[in-house]
């Protein structure tokens, strides 16, 4: 009787679990579907735009937060001073940091300092001096100021910026030519818009030059290129989808456009959080709805940023324990957001899905692995049809990784090699069955092997223009 029980409560878990999985997969592939032809006919609206020509502008204060990032800093700042844009300024942040960061900047640039005050309208560390330089029509800032975290350095920018936008990226990342001119065109097209976020791709699969990609290609180290196609798909996948009823909870740090005012009024970045950017977008939700304002956040999937990903498991263990651990405080923080009909669908689809399939998801996958393993192993189940099971379920994920990968491919114009092309393939099916499920252990793990370290950021390998790793610090 008592096993009878068991064996039913074991039945019970698996038929919960697959249920759960056959939910995320059919998800997903709503999403990447819808994904690829948002991508489709927003390219198509692209060479409308360019034929008519005249793209507006709107002045745009480009935030760059920094903390030993000497590896990287020249080669960023060198990317934005080539957009091809009108009205913008350049302001890094140097959040204290312990390398030759601000000392790089002011000797590549030769900049001046000078005396500028700063009015103090969001909370930060004070600044310790200011640089400037004019590099043709741009003006340059360099901020030095005593540690305070990411937001903290953020704010400290949003406080010194002069445009009533600012876009936000990481000090590892580099734009395209046309990455602002694109991510502006959602507020050009609705004023109400307050937020826009824009497509992350890995910047150790491209050659830039002045802003324009000369080279893409799949990277031989395999860490890398299982996060190349990864970040694709999730790029593609449900944020384009919950952009369709103004649900996207989250603007990658790496590239972000916020309306300077509203920021302001909702108080701008949170300095004790580990994840910054997904806490401002859920107060611009709250507090937009409190106020009765209308608004809008938006996803422009065609403005695109090359960021670094990390390359060891030392590396990506960290950063994703950051990341899951700022999920969970965001949406603790502002856990009445779920279900309330306040919030329309950001409120039931998207926090819930935030809550089920990224905060709950590691446990849950994990935990039903493991009975299905087990009941497998007892001889409950037939271990061949759970073996295919598992493998139709992965080669499905796959599909969709590879649908999304030669779809943000193709819309780019970028040229793949046939080597690159298998490989790309290949990425996919370890991604999707294998690199998926340990870092589904390390986010599952994050909350009893994660020290949180208040106001420090979280040591990452960069590598510079040479390929060669080199330790430096940042907070994603």
Known sequence: ??????????????????????????????????????????????????????????????????????????????????????????????????????????????????????????????????YEARIGKVKLTLITKHNGGKGDALNMGINASQNPYFLCIDADSMLQRDTLTRIVQPVLEDDAVVAVGGMIRAAQSAILS??????????????????????????????????????????????????????????????????????????????????????????????????????????????????????????MKYRQVMGSSKYGLAGYVSFTYYLLYELLSPIIELFGLLVVALMAILGVLDAGFTLQLFLIYGLFGALLSVTAFFQRTYTQNLKLRPRDVLYAIMACVAESVFFHYVLAYVRATAFFSYKRRKGQWGVIRRANISGQGKSTEESS
């Not at 209308?294 to 990903?309: D, G, K, M, T």
């Open 1 to 130: 009787m008592e096993s009878a029980i068991w064996v039913s409560l074991l039945y019970g878990i698996v038929s919960f679990y697959l249920l759960y999985l056959m939910i995320y997969a059919t998800f997903q592939f709503i999403s990447v579907a819808m994904g690829a032809l948002t991508l489709h006919e927003r390219q198509r609206l692209q060479r409308v735009r360019k034929k008519l020509g005249g793209d507006l502008d709107i002045p745009v204060s480009i935030l760059v937060p920094a903390y030993n990032e000497e590896v990287t800093i020249l080669a960023s700042v060198e990317s934005l001073l080539s957009l091809d844009y009108g009205q913008y300024e350049i302001i890094v942040v140097d959040d204290g940091s312990k390398d030759a960061t601000s000392e790089k900047m002011v000797n590549h640039f030769r900049m001046s300092p000078i005396s500028r005050p700063i009015r103090i309208t969001l909370p930060c560390q004070p600044e310790k001096a200011v």
């Open 210 to 331: 002045n802003g324009i990609v000369k080279d893409f290609f799949m990277p031989v180290h395999p860490l890398v290129a299982m996060q190349i196609v990864e970040y694709d798909r999730s790029f593609l996948a449900s944020r384009i989808l919950m952009d369709q009823f103004n649900g996207n909870l989250i603007i990658s740090g790496a590239l972000g456009l916020f309306r300077k005012d509203v920021v302001v009024s909702a108080g701008g970045y949170a300095t004790n959080t580990l994840g910054e950017d997904m806490e401002l977008v859920l107060k611009l939700h709250v507090y937009c709805r409190n106020n009765k304002r209308e608004y809008a956040i938006r996803y422009e999937p065609s403005a695109v940023c090359w960021s670094q990903v990390p390359f060891s498991i030392r590396d990506i263990r960290r950063q994703r324990r950051r990341w899951h651990l700022g999920l969970f405080q965001s949406l």
